[in-house]
């Protein structure tokens, strides 16, 4: 990367961003699978497995030491807003809460480390392309949606029933007396209930995805300031401070940014299947 | 591994955003974290205080229970005493009483025999005078012959 284009003269920026924005893959089209999302995913789910088993393993009912208690305030915050939205069997849903929140969080908090070290570690162990945040490839972030979108299905036939569940797709939210104003209402109501269900799973992966994207580019486009420059030249010393400060700023903006959007996706999947649940 | 002056700021940049939420984020979740700790304590000692104040009121009731057993039965023991005291001054008033109606009996019968035995002297007296009247076939004079008279009552009395 950097170490080609300083021989070539002037800054290759387009290069550099495409780089960035490669995924170390195996197999073409479809068929492709980004190896370096499943590898920081995977790794991801390790570290908060093995976290929360440790937590769990020596959880005292006692006075609870700090990483315990700040466990339980984010467990016992979590599990009292399914407690507020959710009114069912919270056994499954409090965990799954828990797990979206978690993991999306700490796959957004990829995006904090700076955007060039990764990349360059795995590039001296051989490694072409390497994007670390697992939330920026929609694959991921569909890949969950559509699990949620699975569990809002589950969740609405087992709490409804199958007829009930699909007689709803007709009857609502259009009601009419007498059966003219039933067929009439049926189309419009299976149209809008086939758009609300596909809407759901989309607006929950494009969000996530759109804004880890974006901050990963604007992280890219900030460190294009002082690309491939020297200590020779003029850049590093006029531009450096500007790419420390937007650097510096953007960071800690998207500090709130990847909370918020694991909140969000958390907050979104417990009404939606809370919505699941309750009956028209 | 190529490390440029681009991947050094943002490594700045990253300790610096380290930094401003070791500033100040971390002392406001630091202290939500020790106060929830403190709270959790406060709820256990609070916890372990009522215990013990169950245990140590149980004791207590234990104690009272035990002391008022205590003294019912020293109540109970006086009053059996006082009822056996109070049995056997009865008995021996009664008993005293008794003698006492014996002994006024006895007295009683004593009298009245002296009573009975000196009238029937006086009458074995005035048989005799009437048997030694017809003996004699003519009248004793009583006074003349007290003396002889009364002597002879006193050895009829004697015998009988």
């Not at chain 1, 769990?56 to 399914?82: H, N, W, Y």
């Not at chain 1, 699990?147 to 009601?175: D, N």
């Amino acid at each position: 990367m950097a170490t080609e284009v300083e021989s070539a003269g002037p800054v290759d920026m387009t290069g550099y961003i495409k780089h960035h924005l490669t995924h170390l893959s195996s197999g073409d089209g479809f068929n492709a699978i980004h190896l370096d999302s499943v590898f920081f995913k995977l790794l991801i789910a390790a570290v908060f497995l093995i976290v929360l088993l440790r937590v769990a393993g020596r959880a005292t009912a006692g006075v609870p030491g700090k990483f315990q208690c700040a466990v339980e305030m984010v467990l016992d915050g979590i599990d009292s807003l399914v407690k507020d939205m959710f009114h069912g069997d919270r056994t499954f849903v409090t965990p799954l809460a828990i797990t979206i929140f978690c993991m999306v969080f700490l796959m957004n908090f990829m995006d904090m480390i700076p955007v060039d070290l990764l990349p360059a570690i795995g590039e001296s162990a051989g490694l072409e392309y390497l994007r670390v945040v697992p939330t920026a490839d929609l694959s991921t972030t569909v890949g969950m949606a559509l699990g949620v979108f699975l569990l809002i299905q589950y969740y609405g036939i087992k709490s409804k029933g199958i007829v009930t569940f699909f007689g709803e797709f007709l009857t609502a939210p259009f009601h009419a007396n007498g059966v003219v104003g039933k067929v009439l209402c049926a189309f419009p109501n299976l149209l809008l209930r086939l758009i609300e269900e596909a809407v759901r799973p989309m607006s929950l992966s494009l969000r996530l995805f759109g804004n880890m994207y974006a901050g990963e580019l604007i992280f890219i486009l900030i460190a294009c300031l002082t690309l491939g420059s020297t200590l020779g030249s003029w850049v590093p010393w006029v531009l450096g401070p500007i790419q420390f400060i937007a650097g510096f700023v953007w960071t800690a903006f998207h500090v709130l940014v990847i909370t918020l959007q694991a909140f969000i996706f958390m907050m979104l999947t417990i009404v939606y299947l809370s919505m699941a649940t309750e009956h028209h | 591994m190529s490390i440029t002056i681009t991947l050094i700021i943002q490594g700045l940049a990253f300790f610096a955003v380290a930094w401003l939420v070791m500033q100040f984020g971390w002392p406001g979740i630091n202290k939500a974290i020790e106060e929830r700790q403190a709270k959790i304590a406060s709820g256990l000692a609070a916890a372990d205080r009522g215990q013990k104040d169950l245990e140590d009121a149980q004791a207590k009731a234990q104690e009272i229970i035990k002391d008022a057993r205590a003294r019912a039965q020293v109540l109970v023991d006086q009053a059996a005493k006082r009822s056996n005291e109070l049995v056997d001054e009865a008995k021996n008033t009664a008993m005293s009483e008794g003698e006492r109606l014996i002994s006024a009996a006895r007295s009683e019968i004593a009298a009245e025999s002296t009573r009975v035995r000196a009238d029937l002297r006086d009458q074995v007296a005035a048989l005799a005078v009437k048997g030694a009247e017809q003996v004699l076939g003519r009248e004793v004079n009583a006074s003349t012959h007290a003396a002889l008279l009364d002597e002879l009552a006193g050895q009829i009395a004697a015998h009988s």
